[in-house]
């Protein structure tokens, strides 16, 4: 029903508990570019539980390997940056949803070629900079879900 994509993801807890996400949820999973980790990281295994097996992942070595993959998805890319709420957004089926590393988020080209679709969750105190990816990540699919409709019926 929908895809998450992690470009150069760092933490691989965050990874992990994204995999058991998306394994309940039915979502695949991207990784893209070079991780922040090895992708046999015991912490990466334990925040994943026994799900693995649950989760459909594929990689890549990049971002246009990612968008040759997916060919009839659209790519929403959630940022820090970006001014439209992520609430004001109508999903589909199929979307993509993009995801930057914990540390420095997407890199600008990519958010300044894709302006009407990058996404943002708000953050409502100044001093925070930004959510944990993990949290970040559940917020948008949960929500795309919602949009597009129980599949439980």
Same mark, same amino acid.
């Given at each position: 029903? $929908?895809?998450? @994509? ?7 807890? *965050?990874?992990? *508990?994204? @995999? !058991? /996400?998306?394994? #309940? +949820? ?7 570019? #070079? ?7 015991? &912490?990466?295994?334990?925040?994943? /539980?026994? =799900? ?6 594929? %990689? ?6 990612? =968008? ?5 998805? !659209?790519? /929403?890319?959630?940022? &820090?940056? @970006?001014? %439209? %709420? ?10 993509? $949803?993009?995801?930057?590393?914990? +540390? %420095? ?8 070629? *894709? ?8 953050? =409502? ?9 993990? +949290? ?5 699919? =949960?929500? @795309? ?9």
């Amino acid at each position: 029903m $929908l895809h998450v @994509a992690l470009y150069e993801p760092e933490i691989p807890p *965050n990874t992990g *508990n994204i @995999a !058991r /996400l998306c394994a #309940a +949820t039915s979502t695949e999973l991207h990784i893209v570019g #070079a991780t922040g980790f090895r992708m046999d990281d015991r &912490t990466l295994k334990r925040a994943g /539980l026994d =799900y693995w097996e649950h989760v459909t992942m594929h %990689r890549h070595v990049d971002i246009k390997a990612l =968008y040759n993959a997916l060919p009839e998805s !659209r790519f /929403l890319f959630f940022s &820090t940056k @970006a001014r %439209r %709420r992520y609430t004001d957004f109508q999903f589909q089926v199929g979307d993509c $949803l993009v995801f930057g590393p914990e +540390t %420095r988020g997407l890199p600008e080209p990519i958010l300044a070629g *894709n302006p009407g679709r990058c996404l943002n969750i708000p953050i =409502y105190v100044p001093e925070v900079r930004s959510l944990n990816l993990a +949290t970040c990540v559940g917020i948008a699919i =949960y929500e @795309a879900l919602r949009q597009l409709g129980d599949p439980e019926g």
